[in-house]
C-alpha cells in the first residue's frame, strides 16, 4: 500500500522560502512521475511541479522562477524548493505519485495522471 507523507509546511513572511518534503513508502521501486499539487481556501487543485523518473520537470506558471521541484531516489523522498512567497502561495500542498511502469505523452500537471495522493501540509504566507 502506498503511502505518500508530506512535511516542511508553516507560516512565514512574504519573500522567505520553504522547502516541502514527501517521503513515500509501499513500493520497491521509485514512482514513474511525482508531483505537488496545492489547493487554496474555496479554489480547487491547482498544480505546481512534476518531475519524472528520468529528472524531467514541468512547472505551473506560478512556479517557475521561484519553486524548485527535486528527488532523492535512494531515499524515494520528493522535494519543493519554495523561495520568493507570495501570500497567493498559501495553500494546502500535496504529493502525489504514478507507480505505473510508463507514461504516455507529455509530463503534465493533470491530477487524473496522479493515482497516489498524500494528506498534504499547510503554507500559509502573510504579507
Known amino acids: 500500500q502506498v503511502q505518500l507523507v508530506e512535511s516542511g509546511g508553516g507560516s512565514v513572511q512574504s519573500g522567505g522560502s520553504l522547502r516541502l518534503s514527501c517521503v513515500a513508502s509501499?513500493?520497491?521501486?521509485?514512482?514513474?512521475?511525482m508531483a505537488w499539487f496545492r489547493q487554496a481556501p474555496d479554489k480547487e487543485h491547482e498544480g505546481v511541479a512534476a518531475?519524472?523518473?528520468?529528472?524531467?520537470?514541468t512547472y505551473a506558471d506560478s512556479a517557475k522562477g521561484r519553486f524548485t521541484i527535486s528527488q532523492d531516489n535512494a531515499k524515494k523522498t520528493l522535494y519543493l524548493q519554495m523561495n520568493s512567497l507570495k501570500p497567493e502561495d498559501t495553500a494546502m500542498y500535496y504529493c502525489a505519485a504514478d507507480y505505473r511502469r510508463y507514461y504516455v505523452g507529455a509530463l503534465m500537471l493533470r491530477m487524473g495522471d496522479f493515482p497516489y495522493w498524500g494528506q498534504g501540509t499547510q503554507v500559509t504566507v502573510s504579507s
Open positions: 509501499g513500493y520497491t521501486y521509485s514512482a514513474i512521475r
Open positions: 518531475i519524472d523518473t528520468n529528472g524531467k520537470t
